[in-house]
């Protein structure tokens, strides 16, 4: 097995849509939206998800690096700058403690439920942080959840496991939740160009 990774974009659009369709939709039909709108924005989205998340590709406002095997998509983690990801879990808690913001977010990961286990979220996660620095590098964050040591329900991990970001060079920052933990690292700017549908996704 060879796992690649490209940037979601246009190109990669078709592959991205069959694995959202190979599963649903996602929570019955979310197309990795959700962390996009703002309060209230759903109810006017409703039932009209695929388009909202394929117009926002097309415009380079939906970010994600996908893993690869093969011609298939097995998995991506979602990235971005704040304006483009503004509905993070604990939301009101997370403004409570906030003095700046990040110049990105990682916000959600989804794997192929056939290929969990294998180690593809993670890579999926370190790619993500290399198109941030392509991109122009900045303070990343994500609010992943810390079950160190013990198991739950995959479906409670959308936005990663805190070990998987610790090992990725994040530090934990502050709790929001029970489990949620800001966490943060700073990505340096990387030579060379951004990768396609990468370019100019830093906010600041
Ligand atoms: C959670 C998820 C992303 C993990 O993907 P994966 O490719 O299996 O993860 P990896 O193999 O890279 O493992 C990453 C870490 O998470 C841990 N982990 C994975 N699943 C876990 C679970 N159910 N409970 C606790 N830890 C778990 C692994 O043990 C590993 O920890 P380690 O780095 O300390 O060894 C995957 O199960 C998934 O897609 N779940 C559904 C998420 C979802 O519903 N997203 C919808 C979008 S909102």
Not at 105 to 122: L, Q, V
Not at 178 to 200: E, N, Q
């Amino acid at each position: 097995m060879t796992l690649t990774s490209q940037p979601l974009s246009t190109a990669t659009w078709p592959a991205f849509a069959r694995l959202v369709e190979k599963h649903d939709g996602i929570f019955g039909g979310c197309w990795c939206i959700s962390f996009h709108l703002e309060p209230g924005e759903n109810k006017r989205w409703a039932g009209r998800y695929r388009e909202l998340k394929e117009a926002r590709v097309r415009a380079g406002r939906a970010h994600a690096a996908l893993v690869f095997d093969g011609p298939e998509a097995v998995g991506w983690c979602q990235f971005g700058p704040p304006d483009e990801l503004p509905n993070i879990r604990s939301r009101k808690e997370y403004e409570k403690g906030l003095r700046t913001r990040p110049d990105w977010r990682i916000t959600c990961f989804f794997i192929d439920r056939e290929r969990r286990g294998e180690g593809i979220a993670s890579l999926a996660l370190r790619e993500a942080l290399q198109y941030i620095a392509r991109a122009g590098g900045g303070t990343v964050e994500a609010y992943p959840e810390d079950y160190t040591a013990e198991r739950t329900s995959n479906s409670f991990l959308c936005s990663g496991t805190l070990g998987m970001f610790l090992k990725a060079g994040f530090r934990k920052s502050r709790p929001i939740a029970m489990r949620r933990w800001v966490v943060v690292r700073r990505v340096p700017r990387a030579r060379g160009r951004p990768a396609p549908g990468t370019s100019g996704a830093r906010s600041g």
